[in-house]
């Protein structure tokens, strides 16, 4: 095997056991809630005029998929729908008290996780970040020159 296979291994190694783990403690604590969920839920909180444009824009779903979401989230009492005075056509959410709990648990979650590798990243020097950051940084250009040679128009953050 060569050394680009056994990175690229390597790193799909890292990212299954974090995602593994990431995923098994929030399941754990945010029972009854499914990552969609979660992850909607997050964006609500985070983002000003949160609408299914925007959702589906963000989550790289279908306005179709977005609406049963947050229909769902809605009648679960996590997030309300609400219009801005100027604007009775376009549909926003927020967050109810209960939504603002979760959100709050899972913002706590991920402080936990980052404690969690803490340690590990405390032995990392510097130079060792630079020349992963600039790994990242090469391959994601270079996968991105892949991407726009099939002529597909995506943002990295909706993958």
């Known amino acids: ?10 790193l799909w190694e ?5 995602m593994w783990l990431d995923s098994f403690k929030m399941k754990a604590i945010l029972k009854g809630y499914n990552p969609s969920e979660i992850h909607c839920i997050a964006y609500i909180g985070e983002a ?5 444009t ?4 963000s989550f790289d779903m279908t306005r179709g998929a977005i609406s049963k979401l947050t ?6 009492g996590l997030i309300e729908s609400c219009q801005k005075p100027y604007n009775k056509k376009e549909v926003y959410f927020k967050l109810t008290e209960q939504g603002k709990a979760i959100y709050n648990i899972h913002e706590e979650m991920h402080k936990d996780l980052k404690n969690r ?4 990243f405390e032995q990392v020097t510097e130079e060792q970040l630079d020349v992963i950051l600039g790994f990242a940084e090469k391959y994601n250009t270079h996968l991105d020159a892949e991407i726009k040679k099939l002529g597909i128009d995506i943002k990295s953050d909706n993958l």
């Open 1 to 10: 095997m060569s050394k680009e296979e056994q990175a690229m291994m390597g």
């Open 14 to 18: 890292i990212f299954k056991k974090k």
């Open 48 to 52: 000003e005029d949160s609408n299914v």
């Open 54 to 57: 925007k959702l589906a824009e």
């Open 71 to 76: 229909k769902k989230l809605v009648k679960k």
């Open 117 to 120: 590798d803490q340690p590990f």
